[in-house]
């Protein structure tokens, strides 16, 4: 009972995003601006980092941890 809301705000943001199905996905998938490590000198790091290659060579590179 306590994960029907999920659904039914998920629809709801999606139809209140403006944009294709396909951005619409991307926005509310992105983390926030303000997402990251709080510490002040891993956050610079953080957001100096580019991943590069697509979004299967980032989740390998996340589920793995290896970027060969």
């Given amino acids: 009972m ?4 999920v659904p ?4 709801k943001r999606l139809l209140q ?11 509310l ?4 601006r303000k997402w990251g490590p709080n510490d002040d000198g891993e956050s610079l790091s953080y957001k100096m980092y580019k ?14 941890g290896t970027r060969n």
């Fill in 17 to 27: 995003t403006p944009g294709t199905l396909k951005e619409k996905i991307m926005t």
């Fill in 29 to 32: 998938v992105a983390p926030s």
């Fill in 8 to 11: 039914i705000i998920a629809i």
């Fill in 2 to 5: 306590c994960v029907i809301p």
């Fill in 51 to 64: 991943y590069k290659g697509g979004i299967w060579r980032t989740i390998r590179i996340n589920l793995c």
